[in-house]
């Protein structure tokens, strides 16, 4: 009897190797699930248990550092790029993108063939051969080109002629295997999805001849959350940087709300806005993700946004009523003991309400609210004109004080830039902000210019066209003949100077008789006169000089 009870256990023991022998798809594609982790999630639709058995002779299973890697691809490694577009609302749909990255003059053709690129060298040289990886003459060579293959369990599944490669995604204890080429996609609807961080791993195989093998490995980290993610950019006219959040007292701000949401999962929801910008200024609601807000005072606030939207949810089971209460003795009707009546199941289509949130603290300091130029006004420069004409243009703002002035001179359409110039404003301008900028253009012709004052915290803008005539030939003419007719008075004031320094040496004249003199200097007033009558802008003066008061 003895015997029987050991052949017996000899049997059970032998029937039992192959079941603790046997790996299973959580053994191989990731060694950090913790037991009983598939119980703990609900199923995704279309995926599979990772309990299940894996083939290891179609797939072979490698571990990290093993020496078989640096041989698994020809030319070098593979490196998979693994993301996704979390965080994501729970019940939306969350996709997953992996592509490919070859080793350095490799491609993908529109076969799906691996091949070098054309005129590329890499370490090793060019290849005689085009191909790194021929799959179609593999499925032309072999029984492939039936177009079935088996899976990892032993499952017949199609095999596109373009589709080399298989991606195992693999979370929540549950996997997912995918056929593509270099690049593919997977969504999952997170109905079913566990709140919080979870972790995608993706295993890659390439084909070879009648098996796969392992070429890379890649994991990353998703979100699913009950909250809507919220995202507010805050925009304001003449604010030097928003990104600082520090913006200009007495000018609108710009809040634009972004709702991540790539699957559109919110598209047909009502969604509502609830502000506080924390100036006392009350509660605003909005169907709009874009408001304007204007602070009157210099301060900090505290900025808080609730997002609110109705989206498909799960209905709530039924509750049992409370029970009913002892009739009275007169009651005709009697009354169980703790009676209870369920209450009517809602419809299929139940709703809920998401909600999303966003707080910041934003600072509000004086500056710049507006800039104007007035004047603008042709500096008279001495003849010839230069090259280069002056124009003056006088300049009036709004708000604080600037500290810094530039200008950037332009073709007329404000596209080519021919010069830009920034000057500090060293000088005490007052309460009043009135200036002048003085700026050289590049000759006749017209210009765009924009001209910008700035402090710390602003920076404002305003623009204008300049229009800088050319040279008038017959002012040219005329300029010309001036310069003939005065050479020519200077010739006669030059002989008329000669004869009286020769008659003064010549002989002794009384100074009561002196008054020729004083007519010849009346002849040289009328002289000079002529002169400036034909050179009217001759002036002793400086036009480069700034001798009015804001000029820079």
């Not at 600082?244 to 972004?258: A, G, H, R, S």
Request: net charge neutral; proline share 7%.
């Amino acid at each position: 009897m003895e015997c029987l009870y050991c052949c017996l256990g000899f049997l059970l023991l032998a029937a039992r190797l192959p079941l603790d022998a046997a790996k299973h798809v959580h053994d191989v594609l990731s060694n950090e699930r913790p037991s009983g982790y598939m119980r703990e999630h609900k199923q995704l639709s279309g995926w599979s248990s990772d309990e299940n058995d894996w083939n290891e002779k179609l797939y072979p299973v490698w571990k990290r550092g093993d020496s078989r890697w640096k041989n698994s691809w020809k030319g070098g490694r593979v490196q998979a790029l693994l993301t996704s577009d979390a965080p994501a609302l729970v019940g939306s749909t969350i996709t997953f993108a992996v592509n490919l990255v070859f080793s350095r003059c490799q491609q993908e053709d529109a076969s799906g063939n691996i091949v070098y690129e054309n005129n590329c060298r890499n370490d090793t040289g060019p290849s005689p051969d085009p191909y790194v990886y021929n799959w179609t003459a593999w499925t032309e060579d072999s029984d492939w080109g039936n177009g079935t293959r088996h899976g990892h369990h032993g499952k017949p599944f199609p095999h596109p002629p373009k589709w080399n490669f298989v991606y195992v995604f693999h979370t929540l204890g549950q996997y997912f295997r995918k056929l593509g080429q270099c690049s593919v996609r997977v969504s999952i609807n997170t109905a079913n999805v566990t709140l919080g961080p979870q972790i995608m791993e993706v295993t890659v195989y390439r084909r070879q001849r009648r098996a796969y093998v392992p070429i890379a490995k890649v994991k990353d980290v998703y979100v699913v959350t009950d909250q809507i993610p919220v995202f507010v950019t805050m925009s304001q006219k003449n604010n030097r940087n928003s990104s600082d959040e520090t913006f200009l007292k007495d000018l609108p701000i710009t809040f634009d709300v972004l709702i991540h949401d790539p699957s559109h999962f919110l598209n047909e929801s009502a969604i509502f806005y609830k502000w506080n910008f924390g100036d006392n200024t009350g509660l605003f609601v909005s169907n709009n993700h874009t408001l304007n807000h204007t602070y009157v005072l210099n301060g900090t606030f505290s900025l808080n946004l609730t997002v609110q939207a109705t989206v498909p949810g799960p209905c709530p089971s039924p509750s049992p009523r409370p029970p009913k209460t002892t009739p009275s003795l007169d009651s005709p009707v009697p009354a169980g003991d703790n009676a209870l009546e369920p209450r009517e199941i809602p419809d299929k289509n139940c709703y809920i309400n998401r909600y999303g949130y966003f707080k910041a603290t934003i600072t509000i300091v004086e500056g710049i609210l507006e800039v104007n130029i007035i004047q603008v006004t042709a500096v008279l420069m001495p003849v010839p004109q230069p090259d280069n004409p002056l124009v003056d243009f006088v300049v009036t703002c709004q708000g604080s004080i600037p500290t810094e002035v530039c200008t950037v001179v332009s073709d007329p359409t404000c596209q080519v830039t021919q010069n830009t110039i920034c000057d500090p404003v060293d000088m005490d301008l007052g309460d009043m902000c009135l200036l002048t900028v003085r700026r050289a253009f590049g000759g006749s012709g017209t210009y765009c210019m924009n001209l910008t004052l700035g402090d710390d915290a602003s920076l404002a803008l305003t623009s204008t066209l300049v229009s800088i005539p050319g040279r008038d030939p017959a002012s040219l003419l005329r300029m010309a003949n001036g310069t003939l007719v005065f050479v020519g008075c200077m010739a006669i004031f030059v002989t008329v100077i000669a004869l009286l320094v020769y008659k003064k040496h010549k002989e002794y004249k009384p100074i009561a008789n002196s008054t020729g003199i004083v007519v010849r200097g009346k002849g040289l007033n009328v002289f000079l006169n002529c002169a400036k009558m034909f050179f009217p802008g001759y002036q002793e003066k400086d036009p480069l000089l700034k001798n009015q008061l804001g000029i820079l």
